[in-house]
Structures are given as C-alpha cells and as structure tokens.
C-alpha cells in the first residue's frame, strides 16, 4: 500500500496524468440558473466556455460537500496507508475548509487524513499535486511526502493574463475601482498567484503586449524543473504561446490543460496561466539566502568586531592607518 493523494478539481489537472498518478480530483460545483454541474464530469471547459459566452445568467461556484471528500476518503483508505488532500488556497476558496470537515466525518476510521491549504490555485496546485503523487508513487511515507509538499510550495511560480476584467469583475473577485477601470478601459490584466492571494500586477493595452509580458515573465524565473500551462485561448494562440515557452524552456516540456469552469467562471474566455516548479534549494529564496551569507561585512561591523578583542586599558579606538611612502 502507499500513500494516496487527492486534490480538487481546481487544479486543472489533465485526466490522464492524474490516471497516470493515481490522483484522486473531486469535483467543485457551477450553477448556471437552476442547474448544477460537477467541473470536469458533467461538464467540460469546452462546453462551458460556449455556455458562458451565450448564456444569459452568469454561473456561480462552488465548492465539494464535507460529504463528497468523505465517500472519496472511505473509499481510499481501506487500501492505502494514508491520504493527504491538497486543496485551493483558503483565502480565494471554501474547499479546503469543506476537506477539514470531511474528514472529520471519517474520523472514526483508522487510516491517517492530512488536509493541506496550497496555498494555490489552478495548474499551480496541480503542479503540487503532481510532485507529492510522485513522492508518493516513489515510496515515501505520510511524513515524508508532506515534508516534500511543504518545501514544493515556496517553489511555484505563478502568472496569468486575463483577456478582459468582465467576468473576474462580476464574480466579485476585484475591488470597485479596478473594475470600473475594466469596464472604461480595453485593459488587458496580468495577474500573480502568492500569498495564497490571485492579485493584479499590470495591465497591458493590447492581447500580443500582455502576452509578451508573461513571457517576460517566465524568462525572469531561474532554475526552472516543471512547467504547467492552463488556459481557455484559442488553439492557435496557445499553440504559438508553447512554442514560445518551449523556446526559452527547451529542455522542459509543459503539462497542458483546459481552465476549468470553476475558475473558468472567473477567468473567462482568454484565460492563459503559466505555473512554473523551481528546482528545491535553488529557488528565489534560497538564493537571496546565498546571498545574504555571502555578502561582505561593512567596515564599521570590523571596526566593531576589532574593538570587542582589544585590550581594555586602550582609551583610543582603533583606526586604520596606512603607511606613508618615504621619500
């Protein structure tokens, strides 16, 4: 037996790997009117996206019962060690609230439950998901594997451009005044995914301008081991937006996959999100840390540090005086 791992469908995880992972995804909830649809099972991004652009009513979200997550870790635990359940960032979504409660319905069974808050959203918590399934999948234990998801986390980079304001705006997901200005202005928002938070970082005038941007974007992150890109463009956009990524990316090849209609509801149509892995002890971070510790003393910490080891019956303090050439 092994540990199982489960994730929400807000992880736009693509089908196959997360057969080929044994990842468990339970489906969020949209509402279009009076009709409910689980994400990715009774409706895909395809459809719902033609919903969307035609449909009158604008859909609402929601997240999986405490009931939902506890059928999936009833039926996981009889044949696994232990299941932890990786979810939506708790700051922009209830799921990860709805997992904690669930597993108090199960809280009678013996097999442990972890429930983590990601901390992230979209194909950045897939990217998560996809490396703790691997941990997982390479043997390692309950702890083990939350030790590699705690230090993973720190290590995603995320960034998105939305086409339009419309739809993030009515979910209620930006403030007043950026939303007025999308709806005056053709704005084209570039959005980073941190601190748990989905939050506007620029704005571009032109579709191509905010594209070059994330591209800008990805090429000022080092270090780079995965890659996952979720969108809902057109094919021939995104297929020339990979071609660009793999161009400064050539030794990687990214995870794709459709947005879907949960955060599609918020995205919309024109929706591209790059999701980027640093390799661990080699992040952003840690290289500031290099940093640090490899920075120079200044003269006054030596100064400092000279005066602390001179004799205490010296009434001058020390201070440097060069030799001067004799003539």
Known sequence: MAVKIVTDSGSDIPKDVAEELDITIVPLYVRFGDVSYRDGVDIQPGKFFEMLRQDSVYPTTSTASPGDFAEVYKKLCPDSDGIISIHLSSKVSATFEAALRG???????????????SRLVTIALGLLGMAAARAARAGKNMHEVMEHINQVIPSIRAYGVLDTLKYIAKGGRLGPAVSRLGSVLPVKPMLIIKDGMVSPIGMARTRSKSVEDLLERVRSVHNIEEVGISHSSGEDEIGSFIEKVKAILPNIK???AKLGPALGAHGGPGTILIAMRQELGKTDADLEAVKKQMSLPSMQSIRD?????????MSHPFVYQPEVAQV
């Not at 597993?103 to 808050?117: F, G, S, T, W």
């Not at 540090?305 to 019956?313: A, F, M, S, V, Y």
């Open 305 to 313: 540090g000279i005066r602390q080891h001179l004799p205490k019956d």
């Open 254 to 256: 990214p995870t794709i």
């Open 103 to 117: 597993r108090q319905l199960v809280a009678d069974m013996k097999c442990p439950i972890e429930v983590v808050d």
